[in-house]
């Protein structure tokens, strides 16, 4: 690539660490991770002997003048404490989703990146896949008119995920900020900011059973308070409409439905959840028939590719640009599901106070990394 890579420590070593290691160790070239460091130590030690690095508490890597960029992979809870720290070490960072889990937080830290002039980033950087950068080609090249809504619909089944994945029960970790975020984020990449939301948020099913037979409670009713039904209605500062259905009272499958509606066609995308997974397009055909194909992918980078958003912002760094998965677009999406919670509870509609740039469509100079 021609540019000095980004010297970066990875902080968290849970399951989510082990792809962002794999692919900015050997598909992102930006990147040069050095090491790695949680609060479990043993964990981060088994991680660095795995890929190759370091291991380091967490305070000796925040201390290292070598260590330019922090890649935050712990619980949305410990989100705060870690990037101010990192801030005030004088590193940049990029948070695993979301920034925080207030807005009120998220936004001091970013006017903390501005005051030392770092770069602050935020998961999820799925809209930077294929078949989201897919979609964004078809939007701009008009292959669908002139947008007028945007649906989406999801499932999941809470009992596996809240016995699965238990940092889900946590305050704070509902189904708005775990799993909205992605649906939230691709509406946004493709179709600018939102300016005001309504939204249904509840939790009718509290009670649950914990299904994972590695569980100490395996068997064992516990209750998560969790909102875990949201649905809701949104403005976006275009004009565009849209609804957003999810619903973690079903099966464990998700079938997500996600659909962009135009005057001249309608793109069916796949789960933003995911890098990959196909780009529909429906157009008028000949006597009042419906057309259908499957888009050709734009971009290498179908399989999982966390990290991406990492790698980009380090390429950021050196040209001095804003990256793509950016704090302000991650705060936008951000507020937009407090405000869906916040008119769940009260009923009302909720202006959208911040906005953000629809990010730049990722250029595929990158080259096939992945």
Same mark, same amino acid.
């Given at each position: 690539?021609?540019?000095?890579? %980004?010297?970066?420590?990875?902080?968290?070593?849970?399951?989510?660490?082990?792809?962002?290691?794999?692919?900015?160790?050997?598909?992102?070239?930006?990147?040069?991770?050095?090491?790695?460091?949680?609060?479990?130590?043993?964990?981060? /030690?088994?991680?660095?002997? &795995?890929?190759?690095?370091?291991?380091?508490?967490? $305070?000796?890597? +925040?201390?290292?003048?070598?260590?330019?960029?922090?890649?935050?992979?712990?619980?949305?809870?410990?989100?705060?404490?870690?990037?101010?720290?990192?801030?005030?070490?004088?590193?940049?960072?990029?948070?695993?989703?979301?920034?925080?889990? /207030?807005?009120?937080?998220?936004?001091?830290?970013?006017? +903390?990146?501005?005051?030392?002039?770092?770069?602050?980033?935020?998961?999820?950087?799925?809209?930077?896949?294929?078949?989201? *950068?897919?979609?964004?080609?078809?939007?701009? #090249?008009?292959?669908?008119?002139? %947008?007028?809504?945007?649906?989406?619909?999801?499932?999941? *089944?809470?009992?596996?995920?809240?016995?699965?994945?238990?940092?889900?029960? %946590?305050?704070?970790?509902?189904?708005?900020?775990?799993?909205?975020?992605?649906?939230?984020? #691709?509406? %946004?990449?493709?179709?600018?900011?939102?300016?005001?939301?309504? #939204?249904?948020?509840? $939790?009718?099913?509290?009670?649950?059973?914990?299904?994972?037979? !590695?569980?100490?409670?395996?068997?064992?009713?516990?209750?998560?308070?969790?909102?875990?039904?949201?649905?809701?209605?949104?403005?976006? &500062?275009?004009?565009?409409?849209?609804?957003? =259905?999810? =619903?973690? $009272?079903?099966?464990?499958?998700?079938?997500?439905?996600?659909?962009?509606?135009?005057? !001249?066609?309608?793109?069916?995308?796949? =789960?933003?959840?995911?890098?990959?997974?196909?780009? /529909?397009?429906?157009?008028?055909?000949?006597?009042?028939?419906?057309?259908?194909?499957?888009?050709?992918?734009?971009?290498?980078?179908?399989?999982?590719?966390?990290?991406?958003?990492?790698?980009?912002?380090?390429?950021?760094?050196?040209?001095?640009?804003?990256?793509?998965?950016?704090?302000?677009?991650?705060?936008?999406?951000?507020?937009?599901?407090?405000?869906?919670?916040?008119?769940?509870?009260?009923?009302?509609? *909720?202006?959208?106070?911040?906005?953000?740039? /629809?990010?730049?469509?990722?250029?595929?100079?990158?080259?096939?990394?992945?």
């Amino acid at each position: 690539m021609g540019v000095k890579p %980004v010297s970066t420590a990875v902080i968290g070593a849970g399951m989510i660490s082990d792809i962002y290691l794999e692919n900015m160790i050997r598909h992102f070239p930006s990147v040069q991770v050095e090491a790695i460091g949680s609060a479990h130590g043993a964990r981060a /030690r088994e991680k660095a002997e &795995k890929y190759g690095i370091s291991a380091a508490p967490v $305070n000796d890597i +925040l201390r290292d003048p070598g260590i330019e960029m922090i890649v935050n992979l712990t619980p949305v809870q410990e989100h705060e404490k870690i990037i101010r720290a990192a801030l005030l070490a004088g590193k940049h960072v990029y948070t695993e989703k979301t920034i925080t889990d /207030r807005p009120g937080t998220a936004m001091e830290l970013i006017g +903390l990146a501005r005051e030392r002039k770092l770069v602050l980033g935020s998961a999820p950087d799925t809209f930077l896949g294929a078949s989201l *950068q897919t979609a964004r080609k078809a939007i701009d #090249a008009g292959m669908i008119g002139r %947008v007028t809504s945007v649906s989406a619909t999801v499932n999941w *089944q809470n009992d596996h995920l809240l016995s699965f994945y238990p940092f889900l029960r %946590v305050p704070g970790c509902g189904l708005a900020y775990d799993y909205a975020v992605y649906y939230v984020t #691709a509406m %946004v990449s493709l179709l600018g900011p939102m300016c005001r939301t309504a #939204a249904f948020a509840d $939790n009718p099913i509290p009670v649950h059973i914990d299904i994972n037979p !590695e569980s100490p409670g395996y068997g064992t009713e516990f209750t998560c308070e969790n909102e875990s039904r949201v649905m809701a209605v949104m403005q976006f &500062k275009s004009g565009v409409t849209g609804t957003l =259905n999810l =619903n973690a $009272n079903s099966i464990r499958e998700d079938q997500a439905a996600f659909a962009v509606y135009g005057t !001249e066609g309608i793109l069916y995308l796949g =789960n933003p959840d995911q890098f990959g997974g196909p780009v /529909r397009l429906a157009v008028n055909g000949d006597h009042g028939r419906t057309v259908m194909r499957e888009l050709p992918m734009v971009g290498p980078y179908m399989r999982d590719s966390r990290g991406i958003g990492a790698a980009d912002m380090a390429e950021a760094i050196r040209e001095g640009r804003e990256p793509r998965a950016s704090a302000d677009m991650a705060y936008h999406v951000l507020e937009v599901l407090n405000c869906m919670l916040v008119s769940g509870k009260n009923g009302t509609f *909720q202006t959208i106070a911040s906005t953000c740039e /629809r990010p730049e469509a990722l250029s595929c100079v990158w080259g096939n990394h992945i």
